[in-house]
């Protein structure tokens, strides 16, 4: 089925832990997104990417790295997490300017 | 001046009323307007998107922008109890990789 899917579902770790959250679309969008959402804060932009091979920061980029070597995928990967990391972790794709569609999400606890 | 604002709510109406939800951006660049209804747990779902000033319509739901005034309303009609959500509201400015959400509006339906 056509989509947009991300693992794992639920993930606790500890501080200090390098975790990757993996993100897979199959409709072939060139835009994928990475956001956290915390309470009062809404949806908050981690990174982005407009196409393989192309990745920007968004507004909280720090202590997170991206990569996107191919189209479908777009793995999000905490090198040394902390507590404030906790969060729930969304990954969306679309076209330029369209609506996004959202995956699941990754709810992240760290200890 | 946060980019995109939502009254956080909760919007409480009777079942089978018109719910209205409002939302005000500042960047007057703004080109793409988006609806997103978010259950508890769950990831944000489209429910409407507008690019142009008035109104669209679809099944229960209208989105309403004025450019002028800078906002972008969602009304719902005959609401109902499964209406009860988070409504959050996106602007897409300069038609790339920019989504900025707000907050979102916690709405009740109550039976």
């Known amino acids: 089925d056509a989509g947009i899917t991300q693992s794992p579902r639920y993930k606790i770790t500890e501080t200090g832990r390098q975790v990757t959250l993996m993100c897979h679309q199959t409709?072939?969008?060139?835009?994928m997104f990475w956001y956290r959402q915390d309470l009062g804060h809404g949806l908050r932009l981690i990174y982005y990417s407009a196409a393989a091979d192309i990745t920007d920061k968004g507004e909280v980029p720090d202590g997170y790295v991206v990569s996107r070597s191919k189209t479908e995928n777009f793995p999000l990967t905490l090198e040394s997490a902390t507590r404030s990391q906790t969060s729930v972790y969304f990954c969306?794709?679309?076209?330029?300017?369209?609506?996004?569609?959202f995956g699941d999400g990754t709810r992240l606890s760290i200890l | 001046q946060k980019e995109v604002e939502q009254n956080s709510g909760p919007l409480s109406v009777p079942e089978g009323a018109i719910a209205s939800l409002n939302c005000t951006y500042s960047?007057?660049?703004?080109?793409?307007f988006f609806w997103y209804r978010q259950y508890s747990g769950k990831s944000p779902e489209l429910i409407m998107f507008?690019?142009?000033?008035g109104d669209k319509e679809d099944g229960r739901f209208t989105a309403q922008l004025n450019k002028a005034s800078q906002y972008v309303s969602l009304l719902i009609r005959d609401s109902q109890p499964s209406d009860s959500a988070t409504y959050l509201c996106?602007?897409?400015?300069?038609?790339?990789?920019?989504?900025?959400f707000g907050t979102g509006t916690r709405l009740k339906v109550l039976a």
């Open positions: 409709w072939s969008h060139s835009y």
């Open positions: 969306a794709s679309s076209e330029s300017a369209q609506p996004q569609h």
């Open positions: 960047d007057r660049g703004s080109q793409s």
């Open positions: 996106a602007v897409n400015t300069g038609g790339t990789y920019k989504y900025i």
């Open positions: 507008i690019y142009s000033n």
